[in-house]
């Protein structure tokens, strides 16, 4: 089990956990959440661009920014931490470090569409409305996500290793 505290939890004594119980490893959560970071980051754009455009018919030139922030997102978060188990402890300051690197992500995105001289083909307003969404979609994953951690933690189920 993790050396991990929590608010009137004692997580140093036994626990008796439910034979055929899924067993949870910090690697098997930071899978899981940036599984579902890359997937909030494209349906967000998927969602942005029917509210500015009327249709779900993105254009491939769309399409490339979007795979490149979902893997960018993803490098961002790990880089500055947001997937450790410490972070579901602090709420308030990850999502303030998570809307600050998804911010991150938006300036490297629109640097690069200047730099390659391709940010005329881009709405600004959905660029906009992309961010704001994934965003707020991030945000509720991490919350989500840090309930069901600690409800793990709390009952035993998170481990130092899967075996």
């Not at 067993?23 to 940036?34: K, L, N, P």
């Not at 491939?60 to 790990?78: C, D, E, M």
């Amino acid at each position: 089990m993790l050396n991990a505290s929590h608010e009137g939890v004692d997580l140093q004594r036994p626990v008796r956990v439910a034979p055929g119980a899924v067993r949870w490893t910090s690697q098997t959560v930071g899978v899981v959440a940036v599984a579902g970071d890359v997937a909030i980051i494209c349906a967000s754009a998927w969602i942005a661009y029917l509210i500015r455009f009327r249709e779900l018919d993105m254009p491939a030139n769309y399409i490339y920014p979007v795979a490149l922030a979902a893997i960018l997102s993803a490098n961002v978060f790990r880089w500055r931490r947001l997937y450790d188990l410490e972070t579901y402890d602090r709420r308030a300051r990850h999502l303030l470090n998570l809307v600050a690197a998804q911010l991150l992500v938006a300036l490297v995105l629109v640097g690069i569409g200047f730099g390659l001289k391709t940010s005329a083909d881009f709405s600004r307003l959905w660029l906009g409305t992309w961010m704001l969404v994934s965003s707020f979609g991030v945000s509720a994953w991490f919350y989500a996500r840090s309930l069901v951690v600690r409800s793990a933690q709390a009952r035993g189920l998170l481990h130092d290793r899967l075996l």
